[in-house]
């Protein structure tokens, strides 16, 4: 199983960039997908997330203005975020809980994308 993500780049406070995640090879489901991002110095946190049923959730530092979407068809998810603040400014990795044989579900984590948000 691979996670492969896309995005990122260096913006401008209130900009906009959208971030996509696509998951391949052998696995029976995907049960939650979703972005966490590790600023420097700091901690990594989540993001968002949505899980298969389509619940989602947000750090509340990001809540209005980041949204996430999932494509089940083709295993991909997307995070959009809107109004970029300096603070948003971070590495962002791809994660995703996949059901890989009947017994096994396991996390897995796609290569971070930078996020560079600088006036």
């Known amino acids: 199983v691979q996670l492969q993500a896309s995005g990122g780049g260096v913006v401008q406070p209130g900009d906009s960039l959208r971030l996509s995640c696509a998951a391949s090879?052998?696995?029976?489901?995907?049960?939650?997908m979703g972005w966490y991002r590790q600023a420097p110095g700091k901690q990594r946190e989540l993001v968002a997330r949505?899980?298969?049923?389509?619940?989602?959730n947000y750090a509340d530092s990001v809540k209005g203005r980041f949204t996430i979407s999932r494509d089940n068809a083709k295993n991909t998810v997307t995070l959009q975020m809107n109004d970029l603040k300096l603070e948003d400014t971070a590495v962002y990795s791809c994660?995703?809980?996949?059901?890989?044989?009947?017994?096994?579900?396991?996390?897995?984590w796609g290569q971070g994308t930078l996020v560079t948000v600088s006036s």
């Open positions: 949505i899980i298969s049923g389509g619940n989602t």
């Open positions: 994660n995703a809980l996949i059901r890989t044989s009947t017994t096994l579900t396991a996390g897995y």
């Open positions: 090879g052998r696995f029976f489901s995907i049960t939650a």
